[in-house]
C-alpha cells in the first residue's frame, strides 16, 4: 500500500515541490512517511534507432546507430526486436538501473556501446518474467519524441509515499484524505475530483427495493448504473492501482477499487441481473450458510451483517462478496453499493471469517457519510466515462446518519495554555484554513466546524488545539517544569519492603531474574504449595504459554539447571514476581520471593577453600533474611510433610512466622534432579505483614559467663530442636546460648543413635553466677532431657 | 689487682659478641657474665679487697662494664630478632599474582536497574511509585482509557483475556494511573509512576516479546502545559542517555491523551549525524505521551475545567536494549546465563 504523488497532484498542485522535503513536512506533521519512492531514473531518454546492422563477431548482438537528441550514438543491443526505426528507451552512460546497475561506455566484442536500449522489466517498472522477457525491448509509439523522458511519455514517472499511521488516521492510507494533509502543510487548497455524470431517466426506486433490518447499518446507498462495457482498464487506472498493491481485473472491477483508493469509502457491485429487484440488509442468523467469492463455505452468525436477495444471503456486508451476485465478463447492469456498517460487527467478522481486506480493514474504522455519497457519484462518473454505462437517475437510501455539524470552541488563551506554545490569532487562523475547517472568529473564540471528513476529531477543543500544535510544530515548544508544589516522592504499599528483600538477596550472592508470569500445561501444578485455582487464557499463543503461574520455581530451576550444565560451580538465583489465582470468582495476588542455590560459595579455583552448598546453607539464608527483617525468635524452621512433590521429603523445612506458614525450603526431590539443588518460596505479602519494632539497644552483660558442655546419646532421628526448647524449658532465663557443637554417629555408639554436643552459656547481666546455682540448672537439664529423650550422656 | 681482672673483662667483652647467630649462644654469655656466678656479678665480691680509697672508682668501674655488656646484649639482641623477623617474612611469601577468592554479590537484573534509575530521578521530582494487579479489568485497562470495545486502537494491543472478556493480562500499566485517579475522587492533585509488567499477544522474537515492562507517569494538577512535559522528558533523557541528549515531540496518537506525542532523543550513538541505530534519522523514539485527555479525566472523576495533565510512558525493555547495546529481547527473559547476569554486576552513573 503505497501512496502515488501523481494521484495527489489530481488534487494538490505538488508538481514544484521537492518530494523528499515534502515528505519531511508531513512526517513532522505526525502522518508519517516511511519511505519514499521514486520510479523517475536520470539519464534515461527517448531514441530513435536509425540504423542497424548485425554485430560482426556475433549471432544474435546488433549494432545501433540511435538519435537521442543532441547525438547519435552507436549502441550495441542483444534483443530479438531491434530494429531500424524503432523509437526506444535509452539508458545513457551515468544512467542507474536497479541493483546498482551503472551503465557505462563500454566495448562489447570490439564494438564500442554508448548506452543500453532497456526493457521496462530492466527498469524495475515490470515484473521481470517470461512474458516481458520474451518481448525483448519496450516498443514506444512513433508519437515519441526523441530527447525527451520515455518514463513520462509512458506515463510512469511517479513518486511514492509509504505511510506508517497512527490508528485514527487511517484514513490517510486514501488518496483524497492524504491529499488535504499536504494541502495542510504546504498551505494550499484541495481540488476535490469530478463526481459528475448524466442520468438515463429511469428511476433506481422503480428498479430496486431496499430493506434495512438492523441497526448496525448507518448508512446505505444503492445506484445502478447499465449497459456497462467490461474491458481492460486506461492505463492510468492500472498503473495507479498497482502503486497500491491492488491487483488490475477489468475496467468495472478496478473502478470500485480505484474509488476506495482515493476516498477511503469501499463499494460493492453487484450483477443487478442476478440479484433482482429486492435489497434485504439484516443480521445472519446462526447458522446460516453463504458461498463466498473464493468458493469457501463459510458459517454465519447473528453478529454477522448480510446483504441479501430477500431469500439467500449476496454478501457478508463490507468483508466479502458471495460467489454467484459479483460482477463477471458478462456482466451488464451493475448495482452499486456504498455503505456504512457498524465498525464492530465489520471487525468480529472479518477477523472471525479470518477475512481481512482492504475493504474491510477501512470499514472498521468510523467513515464519513459526505464521502460515502461522493464515492458512490464519483463511481458512476468514471463506470459513465471509461465503462460506457448509463447511470439511473437517483439513489436508494437508507440513511441514519446524523449530520448535525460539529462545532468546537476553542480560544487562543486555551490553545497556548494547553501547547506551552506563543502562538496569535492569526497563525490559528491559518493552520484551519490550511486544514480546510470552516470557523467562525467572533467574542475571542474560534467557532470551529470539525470536517465530516474527519472522524477522528472528537468533539472537545483539545482535540482542535492537537491540529493546531502538531501543524505549528512541536519544535516550538519551550521546555519548562510543572509549577506546581514541590514535594517527596517515595514508594506506595509494599513496594520498598520488596527491595529490601531484593537488596538482601542481592548482598547474599543471588543474581536477580526475570521469567515469563505464563506457563504451560505441564508446569502449572508443579511446586503447589496451597495453589488456588490457576488462571487460564481464553486465547493462548502457545501452548507453554497459557497458564497464569502461581510458583516461581519452575522457571527458576530450569534456570538453575541450565547453568549447571554450563558448568559453573556457584549458581544463586532469585526471583520476585507477582503470583495470581482465582478464588470465589475473584482474582488474588501474592508476591513471591523465590530462590535457588546450588555449588560452591566462595570458590577459588585453585585451593580447596570452598564450602559446598547444602541443606543447612539455605537454611542459614532464610534465617538471614528473617533476623535481617527483625523476627528473631519470632519463627521455626521444621520438617514438613505437608509439601509439594517436587521437594525431597526428608530434606526440607516449612517456614512459620508468628504460627502463619509463610513458605518453605528443602532440597529438590531425586525425581527431579540428580543435581543437589535447594530452592525456597516465600510469600512476602504474607511476611511483610509480620511487623517489627525498631532497635533497641541492650547493654552487654559486665558478669562473667558460665560455660557447659554436654553430649546426649539419642535415637537418631530425634530433631535437634526439640531437645533445644526443651533445654531451654528446663534452665530458664539464666541460660543464653545454645549452641551445637558436634554430631556423632558411628561404631561407637549404637547404629540406631546419635550423640548430640551442645556448649550452653549461662549468665546474668546483674550479678555474678554461683558454680552451686549453674550446676543446678545443668543437673536439671540432664536429667530432663534423659529422662523425655531415653538419652544417655556421652563421655568425654 | 682488680683492675687487671677489670680490664680482662673489657678485653673479652670487645670479641664475644661476634659471630653470634642464635639467641641461646647470646643468653649463654648473658649467664656466663651477668648471671648469679657470671664473670661480672662476681666482681662486686672483690670488693672487700679494694682499698677504701678506690671503693667508689671500683665501683663506678663495675657498673661501666654492666652498662657495656647490656648495651652490646640489647644490640645483638635486636639484631638477632630482626633477622629472625626477616626470615619469617621470606618464609611467609606467596605470589601474590594467582587468583582471588570469589566473593559472591548478586547483580540486579537489567530491567530493574533501568527502573531504578527512572524511579530515583522522578522521586526526586516529586512523583511516588505506584503499583497495580497484572490481572485486571478490561474496564480499567481499556474502557474508562478511552478505548471501548471496538475501538480500532484496541487492534494495537492484541491483549489476553481471561474467563469472557470482562478481566485480562494488562496490556500497558495505565490501569493503575486509573485506579489512582479513582481513588483520590477528582479532590487532590496527582504524580505518580507506575512500573510493572504488561502482555501482549505478540510472538516473541528479537524485538517483540509476549511479556513485557512499561513504565508510565501521570502527572494531574492545575494549568499543566505540553511545555511541562517536554521539561519533564527533558530530565528523563538526560539522566539515561547522559546531558549532551536533545529531545523533540512528534505528533502522535494514544486514545488516552489529547495531543499525543512521540518522545525523541537524538541519537547518542552518532549524536544525530545518522548511523544504524537511529536508522539514519539521527533520532531515536524512546516513549509516549501527551497530555491526559478529557475524557479520560472525566471517566476517572475529574473535572476537566478544573483539573488538566500529563501522562507519559516507557518501555523499559526498549531502554535497557538501546543503553547496554542489546539487539534481542529475549536477553531478559531467557537465556539468563550467569555469565549474562554477572556483566550488570557493576555500578553505573
Same mark, same amino acid.
Given at each position: 500500500?503505497?501512496i502515488?504523488?501523481?494521484?495527489?497532484?489530481?488534487?494538490?498542485?505538488?508538481?514544484?515541490?521537492?518530494?523528499?522535503?515534502? $515528505?519531511?513536512?508531513?512526517?513532522?506533521?505526525?502522518?508519517?512517511?516511511?519511505?519514499?519512492?521514486?520510479?523517475n531514473?536520470?539519464?534515461?531518454?527517448?531514441?530513435?534507432?536509425?540504423?542497424?546492422?548485425?554485430?560482426?563477431?556475433?549471432?544474435?548482438?546488433?549494432?545501433?546507430?540511435?538519435?537521442?537528441?543532441? $547525438?547519435?550514438?552507436?549502441?550495441?543491443?542483444?534483443?530479438?526486436?531491434?530494429?531500424?526505426?524503432?523509437?526506444?528507451?535509452?539508458?545513457?552512460?551515468?544512467?542507474?538501473?536497479?541493483?546498482?546497475?551503472?551503465?557505462?561506455?563500454?566495448?562489447?566484442?570490439?564494438?564500442?556501446?554508448?548506452?543500453m536500449i532497456?526493457?521496462?522489466?530492466?527498469?524495475?517498472?515490470?515484473?521481470?518474467?517470461?512474458?516481458?522477457?520474451n518481448?525483448?525491448?519496450?516498443?514506444?509509439?512513433?508519437?515519441?519524441?526523441?530527447?525527451?523522458?520515455?518514463?513520462?511519455?509512458?506515463?510512469?514517472?511517479d513518486?511514492?509515499?509509504?505511510?506508517?499511521?497512527?490508528?485514527?488516521?487511517?484514513?490517510?492510507?486514501?488518496?483524497?484524505?492524504?491529499?488535504?494533509?499536504?494541502?495542510?502543510?504546504?498551505?494550499?487548497?484541495?481540488?476535490? @475530483?469530478?463526481?459528475?455524470?448524466?442520468?438515463?431517466?429511469?428511476?433506481?426506486?422503480?428498479?430496486?427495493?431496499?430493506?434495512?433490518?438492523?441497526?448496525?447499518?448507518?448508512m446505505?446507498?444503492?445506484?445502478?448504473a447499465?449497459?456497462v462495457?467490461?474491458?481492460?482498464?486506461?492505463?492510468?487506472?492500472?498503473?495507479?492501482?498497482e502503486?497500491?498493491?491492488?491487483?488490475?481485473i477489468?475496467?468495472?472491477v478496478?473502478?470500485?477499487?480505484?474509488?476506495?483508493?482515493?476516498?477511503?469509502?469501499?463499494?460493492?457491485?453487484?450483477?443487478?441481473?442476478?440479484?433482482?429487484?429486492?435489497?434485504?440488509?439484516?443480521?445472519?442468523?446462526?447458522?446460516?450458510k453463504?458461498i463466498?467469492?473464493?468458493?469457501?463455505?463459510?458459517?454465519?452468525?447473528?453478529?454477522?451483517?448480510i446483504?441479501?436477495?430477500?431469500?439467500?444471503?449476496?454478501?457478508?456486508?463490507?468483508?466479502?462478496?458471495?460467489?454467484?451476485?459479483?460482477?463477471?465478463?458478462?456482466?451488464?447492469n451493475?448495482?452499486?453499493? $456504498?455503505?456504512?456498517?457498524?465498525?464492530?460487527?465489520?471487525?468480529?467478522?472479518?477477523?472471525?471469517?479470518?477475512?481481512?481486506?482492504?475493504?474491510?480493514?477501512?470499514?472498521?474504522?468510523?467513515?464519513?457519510?459526505?464521502?460515502?455519497?461522493?464515492?458512490?457519484?464519483?463511481?458512476?462518473h468514471?463506470?459513465?466515462?471509461?465503462?460506457?454505462?448509463?447511470?439511473?437517475?437517483?439513489?436508494?437510501?437508507?440513511?441514519?446518519?446524523?449530520?448535525?455539524?460539529?462545532?468546537?470552541?476553542?480560544?487562543?488563551?486555551?490553545?497556548?495554555?494547553?501547547?506551552g506554545?506563543?502562538?496569535?490569532?492569526?497563525?490559528?487562523?491559518?493552520?484551519?484554513?490550511?486544514?480546510g475547517?470552516?470557523?467562525?472568529?467572533?467574542?475571542?473564540?474560534?467557532?470551529?466546524?470539525?470536517?465530516?471528513?474527519?472522524?477522528?476529531?472528537y468533539?472537545?477543543?483539545?482535540?482542535?488545539?492537537?491540529?493546531?500544535?502538531?501543524?505549528?510544530?512541536?519544535?516550538?515548544?519551550?521546555?519548562t517544569?510543572?509549577?506546581?508544589?514541590?514535594?517527596?516522592?517515595?514508594y506506595?504499599?509494599?513496594?520498598?519492603?520488596?527491595?529490601?528483600?531484593?537488596?538482601?538477596m542481592?548482598?547474599?550472592?543471588?543474581?536477580?531474574?526475570?521469567?515469563?508470569?505464563?506457563?504451560?500445561?505441564?508446569?502449572?501444578?508443579?511446586?503447589?504449595?496451597?495453589?488456588?485455582?490457576t488462571?487460564?487464557?481464553?486465547?493462548?499463543?502457545?501452548?507453554?504459554?497459557?497458564?497464569?503461574?502461581?510458583?516461581?520455581?519452575?522457571?527458576?530451576?530450569?534456570?538453575?539447571?541450565?547453568?549447571?550444565?554450563?558448568?559453573?560451580?556457584?549458581?544463586?538465583?532469585?526471583e520476585?514476581?507477582?503470583?495470581?489465582w482465582?478464588?470465589?470468582?475473584?482474582?488474588?495476588?501474592?508476591?513471591?520471593?523465590?530462590?535457588?542455590?546450588?555449588?560452591?560459595?566462595?570458590m577459588?579455583?585453585?585451593n580447596?577453600?570452598?564450602?559446598?552448598?547444602?541443606?543447612?546453607?539455605?537454611?542459614?539464608?532464610?534465617e538471614?533474611?528473617?533476623?535481617?527483617?527483625?523476627?528473631?525468635?519470632?519463627?521455626?524452621?521444621?520438617?514438613?510433610?505437608?509439601?509439594?512433590?517436587?521437594?525431597?521429603p526428608?530434606?526440607?523445612?516449612?517456614?512459620?512466622?508468628?504460627?502463619? +506458614?509463610?513458605?518453605?525450603?528443602?532440597?529438590?526431590? @531425586?525425581?527431579?534432579?540428580?543435581e543437589?539443588?535447594?530452592?525456597?518460596?516465600?510469600?512476602l505479602?504474607?511476611?511483610?505483614? +509480620?511487623?517489627?519494632? *525498631?532497635?533497641?539497644?541492650?547493654e552487654?552483660?559486665?558478669?562473667?559467663?558460665?560455660?557447659k558442655?554436654?553430649?546426649?546419646?539419642?535415637?537418631?532421628?530425634?530433631?535437634?530442636?526439640?531437645?533445644?526448647? *526443651?533445654?531451654?524449658?528446663?534452665?530458664?532465663?539464666l541460660?543464653?546460648?545454645?549452641?551445637v557443637?558436634?554430631?556423632?554417629?558411628?561404631?561407637?555408639?549404637?547404629?540406631?543413635k546419635?550423640?548430640?554436643?551442645?556448649?550452653?552459656?549461662?549468665e546474668?547481666?546483674?550479678?555474678?553466677?554461683?558454680?552451686?546455682?549453674?550446676?543446678?540448672?545443668?543437673?536439671?537439664i540432664?536429667?530432663?532431657?534423659?529422662?523425655?529423650?531415653? $538419652?544417655?550422656?556421652?563421655?568425654? | 689487682?682488680?683492675?687487671?681482672?677489670?680490664?680482662?673483662?673489657?678485653?673479652?667483652?670487645?670479641?664475644?659478641?661476634?659471630?653470634?647467630?642464635?639467641?641461646?649462644?647470646?643468653?649463654?654469655?648473658?649467664?656466663?657474665?651477668?648471671?648469679?656466678?657470671?664473670?661480672?656479678?662476681?666482681?662486686?665480691?672483690?670488693?672487700?679487697?679494694?682499698?677504701?680509697?678506690?671503693?667508689?672508682?671500683?665501683?663506678?668501674?663495675?657498673?661501666?662494664?654492666?652498662?657495656?655488656?647490656?648495651?652490646?646484649?640489647?644490640?645483638?639482641?635486636?639484631e638477632?630478632?630482626?633477622?629472625?623477623?626477616?626470615?619469617k617474612?621470606?618464609?611467609?611469601?606467596?605470589?601474590?599474582?594467582?587468583?582471588?577468592?570469589?566473593?559472591?554479590?548478586?547483580?540486579?537484573?537489567?530491567?530493574?536497574?533501568?527502573?531504578?534509575?527512572?524511579?530515583?530521578?522522578?522521586?526526586s521530582?516529586?512523583?511516588?511509585?505506584?503499583?497495580?494487579?497484572?490481572?485486571?479489568?478490561?474496564?480499567?485497562?481499556?474502557?474508562?482509557?478511552?478505548?471501548?470495545?471496538?475501538?480500532?486502537?484496541?487492534?494495537?494491543?492484541?491483549?489476553?483475556?481471561?474467563?469472557?472478556?470482562?478481566?485480562?493480562?494488562?496490556?500497558?500499566?495505565?490501569?493503575?494511573?486509573?485506579?489512582?485517579?479513582?481513588?483520590?475522587?477528582?479532590?487532590?492533585?496527582?504524580?505518580?509512576?507506575?512500573?510493572?509488567?504488561?502482555?501482549?499477544?505478540?510472538?516473541?522474537?528479537?524485538?517483540?516479546?509476549?511479556?513485557?515492562?512499561?513504565?508510565?507517569?501521570l502527572?494531574?494538577?492545575?494549568?499543566?502545559?505540553?511545555?511541562?512535559?517536554?521539561?519533564?522528558?527533558?530530565?528523563?533523557?538526560?539522566?539515561?542517555?547522559?546531558?549532551?541528549?536533545?529531545?523533540?515531540?512528534?505528533?502522535?496518537?494514544?486514545?488516552f491523551?489529547e495531543?499525543?506525542?512521540?518522545?525523541?532523543i537524538?541519537?547518542?550513538?552518532?549524536?544525530?549525524?545518522?548511523?544504524?541505530?537511529?536508522k539514519?534519522?539521527g533520532?531515536?523514539?524512546?516513549?509516549?505521551?501527551?497530555?491526559?485527555?478529557?475524557?479520560?479525566?472525566?471517566?476517572c472523576?475529574?473535572?476537566?475545567?478544573?483539573?488538566?495533565?500529563?501522562?507519559?510512558?516507557?518501555?523499559?525493555?526498549?531502554?535497557?536494549?538501546?543503553?547496554?547495546?542489546i539487539?534481542?529481547?529475549?536477553?531478559?527473559?531467557?537465556?539468563?546465563?550467569?555469565?549474562?547476569?554477572?556483566?550488570?554486576?557493576?555500578?553505573?552513573?
Open positions: 500500500m503505497a502515488s504523488l501523481k494521484w495527489i497532484n489530481d488534487f494538490v498542485d505538488i508538481t514544484n515541490e521537492d518530494k523528499i522535503e515534502l $515528505a519531511n513536512k508531513i512526517t513532522k506533521s505526525g502522518i508519517n512517511v516511511e519511505k519514499v519512492t521514486t520510479t531514473i536520470p539519464n534515461l531518454v527517448i531514441g530513435h534507432i536509425l540504423e542497424c546492422s548485425m554485430h560482426p563477431d556475433s549471432d544474435h548482438l546488433h549494432v545501433c546507430q540511435v538519435d537521442v537528441g543532441n $547525438a547519435t550514438l552507436q549502441i550495441v543491443c542483444g534483443a530479438s526486436n531491434v530494429r531500424k526505426d524503432l523509437k526506444v528507451i535509452v539508458a545513457l552512460p551515468g544512467a542507474i538501473l536497479p541493483g546498482d546497475f551503472e551503465i557505462k561506455k563500454s566495448t562489447i566484442r570490439g564494438v564500442e556501446s554508448n548506452g532497456c526493457a521496462l522489466f530492466e527498469l524495475g517498472l515490470e515484473e521481470k518474467i517470461e512474458e516481458t522477457y518481448k525483448g525491448i519496450t516498443e514506444l509509439g512513433s508519437d515519441a519524441i526523441v530527447g525527451e523522458n520515455p518514463l513520462d511519455y509512458l506515463g510512469l514517472n513518486t511514492t509515499y509509504e505511510l506508517d499511521l497512527n490508528p485514527n488516521r487511517t484514513d490517510c492510507n486514501n488518496h483524497l484524505p492524504f491529499a488535504y494533509e499536504v494541502a495542510a502543510v504546504l498551505g494550499k487548497e484541495v481540488k476535490e @475530483p469530478d463526481i459528475s455524470f448524466k442520468e438515463i431517466n429511469e428511476d433506481v426506486n422503480d428498479l430496486v427495493k431496499l430493506d434495512v433490518t438492523t441497526n448496525n447499518v448507518s446505505y446507498n444503492l445506484m445502478i447499465k449497459d462495457t467490461i474491458k481492460e482498464s486506461p492505463d492510468f487506472i492500472k498503473q495507479r492501482l502503486v497500491a498493491g491492488v491487483r488490475s477489468n475496467n468495472v478496478d473502478i470500485s477499487n480505484y474509488v476506495m483508493l482515493e476516498y477511503g469509502q469501499p463499494l460493492h457491485f453487484f450483477d443487478k441481473d442476478v440479484v433482482g429487484d429486492a435489497i434485504v440488509v439484516r443480521m445472519a442468523q446462526d447458522g446460516e453463504i463466498t467469492l473464493d468458493k469457501e463455505e463459510r458459517d454465519l452468525t447473528k453478529d454477522d451483517i446483504i441479501s436477495d430477500g431469500k439467500t444471503p449476496l454478501c457478508v456486508a463490507g468483508v466479502m462478496g458471495g460467489l454467484n451476485s459479483g460482477i463477471t465478463d458478462n456482466t451488464k451493475i448495482l452499486i453499493e $456504498a455503505a456504512i456498517f457498524n465498525p464492530y460487527n465489520i471487525r468480529y467478522t472479518s477477523l472471525r471469517l479470518n477475512l481481512r481486506s482492504e475493504a474491510s480493514l477501512r470499514l472498521e474504522k468510523p467513515l464519513s457519510y459526505e464521502y460515502c455519497l461522493k464515492a458512490l457519484k464519483r463511481a458512476c468514471l463506470l459513465e466515462k471509461y465503462a460506457d454505462a448509463k447511470i439511473v437517475k437517483g439513489i436508494v437510501t437508507y440513511d441514519k446518519v446524523d449530520k448535525k455539524p460539529k462545532v468546537v470552541d476553542v480560544t487562543l488563551q486555551d490553545t497556548n495554555a494547553i501547547l506554545m506563543e502562538l496569535t490569532n492569526q497563525d490559528i487562523k491559518n493552520i484551519l484554513t490550511s486544514l475547517f470552516a470557523y467562525e472568529y467572533k467574542n475571542d473564540t474560534f467557532k470551529v466546524t470539525i470536517p465530516n471528513r474527519r472522524q477522528d476529531i468533539l472537545q477543543k483539545e482535540d482542535i488545539i492537537e491540529e493546531i500544535g502538531r501543524l505549528y510544530g512541536y519544535d516550538n515548544i519551550k521546555p517544569l510543572p509549577k506546581i508544589t514541590t514535594k517527596k516522592g517515595e506506595r504499599d509494599n513496594i520498598n519492603f520488596r527491595k529490601i528483600i531484593s537488596k538482601r542481592r548482598s547474599l550472592g543471588f543474581n536477580e531474574l526475570r521469567t515469563y508470569t505464563l506457563i504451560g500445561e505441564d508446569e502449572k501444578d508443579k511446586y503447589n504449595y496451597n495453589f488456588g485455582t488462571i487460564k487464557l481464553n486465547r493462548p499463543m502457545l501452548k507453554e504459554r497459557s497458564y497464569v503461574r502461581q510458583s516461581l520455581l519452575s522457571s527458576l530451576v530450569d534456570i538453575t539447571k541450565y547453568n549447571l550444565n554450563k558448568k559453573y560451580n556457584e549458581v544463586l538465583l532469585y520476585i514476581a507477582n503470583v495470581y482465582e478464588e470465589n470468582d475473584e482474582y488474588m495476588e501474592d508476591t513471591k520471593l523465590a530462590f535457588t542455590l546450588s555449588g560452591n560459595y566462595l577459588n579455583t585453585w580447596n577453600n570452598v564450602y559446598k552448598m547444602d541443606f543447612y546453607f539455605i537454611k542459614g539464608i532464610v538471614n533474611i528473617l533476623d535481617f527483617l527483625g523476627l528473631s525468635n519470632r519463627y521455626s524452621l521444621e520438617l514438613s510433610s505437608n509439601l509439594p512433590k517436587e521437594i525431597h526428608k530434606i526440607n523445612s516449612e517456614i512459620i512466622v508468628d504460627n502463619e +506458614h509463610i513458605g518453605y525450603f528443602g532440597k529438590l526431590h @531425586p525425581s527431579i534432579t540428580k543437589d539443588i535447594y530452592v525456597c518460596e516465600i510469600s505479602t504474607k511476611l511483610i505483614n +509480620h511487623k517489627t519494632n *525498631d532497635v533497641k539497644y541492650q552487654i552483660n559486665k558478669y562473667p559467663v558460665v560455660e558442655d554436654v553430649a546426649f546419646i539419642v535415637d537418631k532421628d530425634t530433631p535437634s530442636i526439640e531437645i533445644q526448647k *526443651d533445654i531451654k524449658r528446663a534452665a530458664g532465663k541460660l543464653t546460648e545454645i549452641k557443637f558436634d554430631i556423632y554417629t558411628g561404631d561407637k555408639i549404637d547404629k540406631n546419635k550423640s548430640i554436643a551442645y556448649n550452653l552459656t549461662f546474668d547481666n546483674t550479678r555474678t553466677l554461683t558454680e552451686e546455682e549453674v550446676m543446678e540448672k545443668f543437673n536439671k540432664i536429667s530432663k532431657i534423659i529422662e523425655k529423650y531415653h $538419652a544417655e550422656l556421652r563421655d568425654k | 689487682m682488680y683492675k687487671d681482672k677489670i680490664e680482662e673483662i673489657n678485653e673479652e667483652l670487645k670479641s664475644v659478641f661476634t659471630n653470634i647467630d642464635k639467641e641461646q649462644t647470646l643468653e649463654n654469655i648473658k649467664v656466663e657474665y651477668m648471671g648469679k656466678n657470671g664473670k661480672i656479678s662476681t666482681l662486686n665480691s672483690m670488693i672487700r679487697e679494694v682499698p677504701n680509697e678506690e671503693k667508689k672508682e671500683f665501683g663506678m668501674a663495675v657498673n661501666n662494664l654492666r652498662n657495656t655488656f647490656n648495651e652490646l646484649y640489647s644490640k645483638i639482641k635486636e638477632l630478632e630482626n633477622k629472625e623477623i626477616n626470615e617474612l621470606n618464609n611467609e611469601a606467596i605470589d601474590v599474582t594467582l587468583p582471588a577468592t570469589y566473593i559472591p554479590v548478586g547483580a540486579a537484573h537489567p530491567i530493574e536497574r533501568i527502573i531504578e534509575t527512572l524511579e530515583n530521578l522522578l522521586m521530582m516529586g512523583y511516588d511509585v505506584v503499583e497495580g494487579p497484572e490481572v485486571e479489568k478490561d474496564l480499567y485497562n481499556f474502557e474508562l482509557l478511552n478505548l471501548p470495545k471496538g475501538h480500532p486502537a484496541r487492534d494495537a494491543q492484541d491483549t489476553f483475556y481471561i474467563k469472557g472478556e470482562e478481566y485480562l493480562l494488562r496490556s500497558q500499566t495505565s490501569p493503575v494511573q486509573v485506579r489512582e485517579m479513582l481513588a483520590n475522587k477528582g479532590e487532590r492533585p496527582i504524580r505518580i509512576i507506575c512500573p510493572g509488567k504488561t502482555y501482549r499477544r505478540d510472538e516473541d522474537d528479537a524485538t517483540h516479546s509476549h511479556q513485557f515492562t512499561q513504565m508510565e507517569g502527572l494531574v494538577d492545575k494549568n499543566i502545559t505540553l511545555g511541562d512535559l517536554k521539561g519533564t522528558f527533558e530530565e528523563v533523557a538526560k539522566k539515561l542517555f547522559g546531558s549532551g541528549r536533545e529531545t523533540r515531540f512528534r505528533p502522535s496518537y494514544y486514545p491523551t495531543p499525543s506525542v512521540e518522545m525523541d537524538s541519537c547518542f550513538n552518532c549524536n544525530g549525524k545518522g548511523c544504524n541505530i537511529c539514519g534519522t533520532w531515536i523514539t524512546v516513549g509516549g505521551a501527551g497530555m491526559v485527555n478529557p475524557i479520560v479525566l472525566k471517566n472523576g475529574y473535572d476537566p475545567n478544573n483539573w488538566n495533565g500529563f501522562a507519559f510512558g516507557f518501555g523499559i525493555e526498549r531502554l535497557a536494549m538501546l543503553k547496554y547495546g539487539n534481542d529481547i529475549r536477553v531478559f527473559y531467557v537465556n539468563h546465563d550467569l555469565k549474562t547476569l554477572k556483566q550488570f554486576n557493576r555500578r553505573e552513573y
